[in-house]
């Protein structure tokens, strides 16, 4: 496990968008996958720059997002279907249909897990972390789930997310998330955290005991993880 402090978000996101061009080139059919929440926006917008600058080629390119809300029609502005579109997809010269985002309306868990699967697995999976510690959606809980699952989301994250709807009220309860075994079988991964409501998290994630009570500990058993911080997230390490 590898962990990089970096001076601010910005410098994060050109590090991290460095990461994906030089993975991404890599070879034909790479496979990316994707995260949502304000985290990864500014990589989104670098990711941007490098495709419109030449430099970026994502028609080859293959992505998986690690979850969707459940009961969010794909075309509800706050599902991340249309979150994913809008932030990336629709400014990049990637084949839509090689998008893929489960969907929160036939909640193919099952399906969704052997695509992946199908597709040689991830190589390069981005994540950000909830603060209450979740990858993907996969929440604190007493056991770790592994494949791709319905999760019940926690009142914390909830309200974390709410700001996203326009009331709390209209933010699902459960979501259809990658599993923990799905997200560590990805090939190389890199977490971003940013700010001072992540920092408790991420130091319970690297320093603290490998426990499915926090999610993110799981990540110290991967191989090749890198946490790229900025100082706020990085201040309880
Ligand atoms: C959601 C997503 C997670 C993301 C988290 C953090 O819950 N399911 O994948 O990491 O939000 O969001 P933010 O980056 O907005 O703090």
């Given amino acids: ?101 489960p969907n929160g309306i036939t909640c193919n868990a099952e399906e969704y897990e052997e695509a992946i699967k199908a597709a040689g697995g991830v190589d390069l999976q981005l994540l950000g972390i909830g603060s209450d510690g979740h990858i993907g959606f996969n929440e604190p809980a007493e056991d770790f789930v592994y494949p791709t699952n319905i999760v019940k989301l926690t009142d914390q994250t909830i309200d974390d997310n709410a700001r996203f709807f326009n009331s709390r009220d209209e ?22 955290a940013t700010g001072k409501n992540k920092a408790k998290a991420i130091a319970a994630a690297i320093k603290g005991p490998v426990n499915p009570a926090m999610p993110a500990s799981i990540l110290q058993m991967h191989q090749n993880v890198q946490f790229l911080l900025d100082e706020d997230a990085a201040s309880e390490l």
């Fill in 171 to 192: 933010v699902p309860t459960s979501a259809i998330s990658m599993g923990i075994g799905t997200i560590m079988s990805a090939k190389r991964i890199i977490l971003i």
């Fill in 1 to 101: 496990m590898q962990v990089l402090v970096y001076k601010d978000a910005a410098t994060i996101a050109k590090a991290a968008a460095a990461i994906f061009a030089g993975e991404i080139a890599k070879k034909d059919g790479y496979v990316i996958g994707l995260a949502t929440g304000s985290t990864p926006v500014p990589t989104y917008q670098e990711l941007i720059k490098m495709n419109k600058e030449g430099v970026l080629d994502f028609s080859k390119v293959i992505s998986y997002n690690l979850d969707e809300y459940v009961g969010l029609e794909p075309t509800h502005p706050c599902s991340y279907r249309y979150f994913m579109n809008e932030q990336l997809f629709d400014h990049i010269n990637i084949d839509k249909n090689n998008t893929h985002v």
